[in-house]
């Protein structure tokens, strides 16, 4: 293979966060050798997100060398790249040695201030499109992406967009591993099991149906329904629920109306279940009736009203 490609990218405060780091993580991922260059050093830079991100160098240092891409990414920082001297050098020199050059967002503006890639076509971000094509220096496209011989511009800093990291200028793949046996065989379904559980499904909705038609109680329909998101055997024999056909429940679904044997696990664990369910119910009452009170209490009046208003506090004296 050939030697390994290298990439710098631009930050500095404001540097649009995402912009900055989705490059460099496709690239990185793809063995590309990516240099962050901080425009004022190596200090960490505050971007536009308020997140921190530390260069791996100056941007002064890391013009000492070549690469085979430059990066200008967007956000607020774009207005003081246009007007760094240091930036205008690097992509000069690099439309001179003819490299490639991408910039995202509003970073087509910095290319505009340094006439860089003239009468190419560019996109960007929807602010700043009157600007580029203001003077004719560019043809403007509305793609998101948009590749110029080695120009490259996009102008969408949420879409993270693979096209970035263009194929056309991949030179060299490497076939690590080639696979040619198919995907194994799926495990078969247990078509059996699914069409009894559909069946039993059916049947308790149904016994459902037929327990609300019967008259049973709102407390009942919820104490099944508690019941059977820990049970699968659960069913309806009038008002009755019935358990594992071994534990019955009768109205009005108390904890005394759990019967059974007592010397049944079944029988315990469905006891303990209704007790819980009868100590939330009744917590939950307790709330509701709180609750009216309250509102009651809070009836506003100035006559016939008082009374109620009398009910509801304690007078400090007689």
Not at 21 to 40: F, K, N, S, Y
Not at 256 to 261: F, K, L, R, Y
Request: neutral net charge; glycine residues 6%.
């Amino acid at each position: 293979m050939a030697g390994k490609k290298s990439a710098i990218i631009i930050i500095t405060e404001g540097t649009e966060e995402t912009e900055l780091v989705a490059p460099v993580d496709l690239m990185r991922r793809a063995e590309i050798d990516v240099t962050i260059a901080g425009v004022d050093g190596t200090d960490n830079v505050k971007c536009s997100r308020g997140i921190r991100i530390i260069p791996d160098d100056s941007l002064t240092e890391a013009m000492k060398k070549d690469y085979d891409i430059v990066i200008i990414p967007g956000g607020p920082a774009y207005k003081k790249l246009a007007q760094s001297s240091l930036i205008k050098d690097l992509l000069k020199k690099q439309e001179d040695r003819n490299g490639i050059i991408a910039a995202i967002c509003a970073g087509p503006i910095v290319l505009k201030t340094n006439r860089i890639g003239l009468n190419k076509t560019v996109t960007s971000h929807p602010s700043v499109k009157d600007e580029i094509i203001a003077d004719g220096s560019y043809k403007y496209s509305e793609e998101n992406v948009v590749v110029d011989e080695s120009l490259s511009t996009d102008g969408r800093p949420t879409l993270c967009d693979i096209n970035f990291v263009n194929l056309n200028f991949v030179s060299d793949v490497q076939v690590i591993k080639e696979i040619t046996a198919g995907p194994p065989t799926p495990h078969s379904l247990n078509t059996d099991r699914l069409t009894n559980r559909l069946k039993n499904n059916v049947n308790n909705k149904r016994r459902l149906i037929t327990a609300m038609q019967s008259g049973v109680s709102p407390e009942g329909q919820k104490l099944y329904l508690t019941i059977t998101k820990t049970i699968e055997d659960v069913k309806w024999e009038g008002p009755d629920i019935i358990v594992l056909d071994q534990v019955k429940i009768t109205p009005p679904y108390k904890p005394e109306n759990v019967i059974g044997n007592a010397d049944n696990k079944a029988y315990n664990h469905l006891r303990k279940i209704v007790e819980k369910y009868t100590k939330d119910l009744q917590s939950v009452k307790k709330d509701m009736q709180t609750t009216n009170n309250s509102n009651i209490c809070g009836v506003s009046s100035t006559s016939s009203n008082n009374s109620n208003l009398n009910n509801c506090a304690t007078p400090l004296s007689q």
